[in-house]
């Protein structure tokens, strides 16, 4: 099992900025792709941005220009570097971390982000 343990969510006002991060432990071998997730209040959940081991991102057209996706490997921990934060953007924010192997998904528990003035 791999856990995912997020933190760094908050409430900011528009314009703002926040950071993210997700430290996975446990059976973390074998992980080839990590990255964040978000789910407003009546939506369903939409990619953020990921990250390969390799390096490799990818981004929603909706953040693209204003948030990055980047990875310490010395931590083992992903960050989501989010900038020019718009009430759009509210919604709580998953970690999550793919194996190809097992075809596994692991999930974290939610880091709520809230924009507003």
């Known amino acids: 099992q791999v856990q995912l343990v997020e933190s760094g969510g908050g409430l900011v006002q528009p314009g703002g900025s926040l950071r993210l991060s997700c430290a996975p432990s446990?059976?973390?071998?074998?992980?080839?792709?990590m990255g964040w997730y978000r789910q407003a209040p009546g939506k369903q959940r939409e990619l953020v941005a990921t990250?390969?081991?390799?390096?490799?991102?990818n981004y929603a057209d909706s953040v693209k220009g204003r948030f990055t996706i980047s990875k310490d490997n010395a931590k083992n921990t992903v960050y989501l570097q989010m900038n020019k934060l718009k009430p759009e953007d509210t919604a709580v924010y998953y970690c999550n971390a793919w194996k190809p192997l097992n075809r596994n998904d692991y999930w974290g528990q939610g880091t709520q982000v809230t924009v507003s003035s």
């Open positions: 446990g059976n973390i071998l074998g992980i080839a792709r």
């Open positions: 990250i390969t081991n390799g390096g490799n991102t």
